[in-house]
């Protein structure tokens, strides 16, 4: 009959501690993992702040701008009551609002003028080589307006700015 005989214990001599170092490289493999995690985390908290910084610019430069539009309708509807406020009433030099807004660019502090309104249905003739085709224009062309907005994302030390640059017919 076949018994089964359990082995003698073999002491610590003849092991070699391969579980030693599997464990070691395990280890070195999860930090590895983790370290790149959290550089990954950090960047995307970048790019969402920068994200956030730039969306923030632009809506407060398109809020600076619509306010002014709104300003300019209500100056209009009032039939001569208020007059209407313009940095330039007849568009004879070219403006450039690229240039503008480098002007201002993280001013330190920021002026309290952060739009430029002028009127520009003088400089709009229908038929003309804007690239709106051969026909004249058959609206009204009373008033047209260029409104040119500027703002940062925060008033103390902005991050983003942005310009915007609208036509508004009231």
């Known amino acids: 009959m076949n018994t089964i ?14 579980v030693l170092y599997v ?37 407060n430069a398109e809020g600076r701008a619509r306010g002014k539009e709104s300003d300019l309708q209500r100056q209009v509807q009032s039939g001569g009551g208020e007059s209407i406020e313009l940095d330039e009433s007849v568009c004879t030099a070219g403006f ?12 330190n502090p920021l002026p309290a003028k952060l739009s430029y309104t002028r009127r520009i ?6 038929g003309t ?3 709106m085709g051969t026909a004249p224009i058959s609206e009204n062309t009373n008033l047209i307006f260029q409104v040119t907005a500027y703002a940062v994302d925060r008033g103390a030390n902005p991050g983003s700015d942005a310009v915007i640059d609208t036509i508004f017919v009231p």
Not at 6 to 11: I, K, N
Not at 38 to 58: D, K
Not at 121 to 126: I, K, L, P
């Open 129 to 131: 080589g804007i690239g």
């Open 23 to 59: 464990a070691l490289i395990m280890l070195i493999l999860l930090a590895l993992i983790g370290i790149t995690a959290m550089q990954v985390t950090g960047l995307q908290e970048r790019m969402t702040a920068s994200y956030r910084s730039t969306n923030m610019a632009f809506q």
């Open 5 to 18: 005989r359990p082995r003698p214990f073999t002491g610590a001599r003849t092991q070699r501690g391969a």
């Open 96 to 107: 450039d609002p690229s240039a503008w807004a480098e002007t201002l660019k993280y001013a």
């Open 121 to 126: 249905d003088e400089c709009v003739s229908g």
